[in-house]
């Protein structure tokens, strides 16, 4: 197995079409090619990460967050970054980072965090449009079922509630040949209409493809701009019975293992709807609201951006580092899914730059 192997896996959890436009995910440093021995999975690809990489033996670091956003035009060693390109280089260590991408997927970061908090009934907080698109597919019946079936193995037809969907409409297609006669022929067609993640694109471009050598097939594909619930950033479920804030926050702080929480007034008797974004997620606080949340989990919050909660939430500041340190986990756990046997370590570094007194 290869490490873009690993990574072709990933991605199909994580698209890197997902990521925000200022990210910089997928692969960092390294060697797609380069036969895979062991991952080692990390918040941050820092010096002593990389340091336990080469002592474990690993020949993969699989980073949330990536160590290089902008150009670099000069590499001396002079900083952290440029020292962490140079050993993974001198190392033959690949790194790559699922960042925004792992953000905005519903069984990503803050799902997570619904996860350890015992949330229920989750579903993506700011849903993105664009995302899905359609497909319209003209098929000669006898074929139909053995196209559909491929579609679904493609990607086709999943929505956030139900797979395999789709809508078939019977009609009749007609042509004309001026060399036989009648000129008009007319046949039965099946019309069948489903859904796709603009991210499994290839795929099913592929299948369409393969089909077209053996069958007259006509397909269109179209975007759609409905939000899709699958694909977003942050989230929101509930508790399963209100709670008392001050307990709330109580069990947050061990459940997500904080030292310290910042967090605006408790003024609300009970909470129970919880909306959450690991990292910096002050951003999706209007969806927090319009969605009716108690409470607003997130990190790196300002003071002047805590006035913005009023008397709309409770909002609380948990850490970023805090917020995702179970994204490793989490990334292991979805791989192992994927791939039987993944050889992978998660790291015993903690990377947090941030220390309390
Ligand atoms: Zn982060």
Same mark, same amino acid.
């Given at each position: 197995m290869k490490i873009k192997d690993i990574v072709a896996e990933l991605e199909s959890i994580a698209?890197?079409? /997902?990521?925000?436009? /200022?990210d910089n995910s997928g /692969?960092?440093?390294? &060697?797609?090619?380069a036969v895979f021995k062991k991952a080692l999975i990390c918040l941050d690809s820092t010096e002593a990460v990389l340091d336990e990489a080469i002592e474990k033996g690993c020949n993969l670091v699989i980073a949330h967050h990536p160590i290089i956003f902008g150009g670099l035009k000069k590499i001396t060693g002079k900083n952290y970054v440029e020292r962490v390109i140079m050993k993974a280089i001198k190392n033959d260590i690949t790194i790559y980072a699922a960042h925004t991408n792992l953000d905005s997927v519903h069984n990503g970061v803050s799902r997570k965090i619904c996860d350890r908090l015992g949330l229920q009934h989750c579903r993506v907080l700011a849903p993105q449009s664009g995302v899905l698109k359609k497909l319209s597919v003209l098929c000669p019946i006898p074929q139909a079922d053995a196209v559909r079936t491929a579609l679904w193995e493609a990607g086709a037809g999943q929505t956030a509630d139900h797979r395999e969907t789709s809508f078939n409409l019977l009609g009749i297609s007609t042509f004309t040949n001026?060399? &036989?006669?009648?000129?008009e022929t007319q046949y039965g067609e099946l019309k069948i209409e489903t859904i796709f993640e603009a991210a499994a694109e290839g795929k099913i471009m592929q299948t369409l493809n393969t089909f077209s050598r053996s069958l007259r097939l006509y397909y269109e594909i179209s975007p759609i701009e409905n939000k899709y619930s699958?694909?977003?950033?942050g989230m929101i479920g509930c508790l399963p019975e209100p709670q008392d804030p001050s307990e709330f926050l109580t069990g947050l702080k061990t459940t997500m293992q904080t030292p310290c929480i910042r967090h605006t007034r408790?003024?609300?008797?009970k909470v129970q709807h919880v909306a959450v974004c690991g990292?910096?997620?002050?951003?999706?606080l209007p969806h927090a609201i319009a969605q009716r949340a108690d409470v607003f989990v997130t990190a790196d919050v300002k003071y002047h951006q805590f006035f913005d909660a009023d008397k709309h939430l409770i909002l609380a500041d948990i850490g970023h580092y805090e917020s995702e340190q179970f994204t490793i986990e989490l990334l292991k756990e979805l791989l192992s899914e994927k791939i039987s046997n993944f050889a992978a370590v998660l790291t015993s570094v903690n990377t947090n730059p941030v220390n309390y007194l």
């Amino acid at each position: 197995m290869k490490i873009k192997d690993i990574v072709a896996e990933l991605e199909s959890i994580a698209p890197l079409k /997902y990521q925000e436009g /200022y990210d910089n995910s997928g /692969y960092i440093v390294g &060697t797609p090619d380069a036969v895979f021995k062991k991952a080692l999975i990390c918040l941050d690809s820092t010096e002593a990460v990389l340091d336990e990489a080469i002592e474990k033996g690993c020949n993969l670091v699989i980073a949330h967050h990536p160590i290089i956003f902008g150009g670099l035009k000069k590499i001396t060693g002079k900083n952290y970054v440029e020292r962490v390109i140079m050993k993974a280089i001198k190392n033959d260590i690949t790194i790559y980072a699922a960042h925004t991408n792992l953000d905005s997927v519903h069984n990503g970061v803050s799902r997570k965090i619904c996860d350890r908090l015992g949330l229920q009934h989750c579903r993506v907080l700011a849903p993105q449009s664009g995302v899905l698109k359609k497909l319209s597919v003209l098929c000669p019946i006898p074929q139909a079922d053995a196209v559909r079936t491929a579609l679904w193995e493609a990607g086709a037809g999943q929505t956030a509630d139900h797979r395999e969907t789709s809508f078939n409409l019977l009609g009749i297609s007609t042509f004309t040949n001026s060399n &036989t006669t009648p000129a008009e022929t007319q046949y039965g067609e099946l019309k069948i209409e489903t859904i796709f993640e603009a991210a499994a694109e290839g795929k099913i471009m592929q299948t369409l493809n393969t089909f077209s050598r053996s069958l007259r097939l006509y397909y269109e594909i179209s975007p759609i701009e409905n939000k899709y619930s699958n694909v977003g950033l942050g989230m929101i479920g509930c508790l399963p019975e209100p709670q008392d804030p001050s307990e709330f926050l109580t069990g947050l702080k061990t459940t997500m293992q904080t030292p310290c929480i910042r967090h605006t007034r408790l003024f609300r008797k009970k909470v129970q709807h919880v909306a959450v974004c690991g990292g910096a997620g002050f951003s999706l606080l209007p969806h927090a609201i319009a969605q009716r949340a108690d409470v607003f989990v997130t990190a790196d919050v300002k003071y002047h951006q805590f006035f913005d909660a009023d008397k709309h939430l409770i909002l609380a500041d948990i850490g970023h580092y805090e917020s995702e340190q179970f994204t490793i986990e989490l990334l292991k756990e979805l791989l192992s899914e994927k791939i039987s046997n993944f050889a992978a370590v998660l790291t015993s570094v903690n990377t947090n730059p941030v220390n309390y007194l």
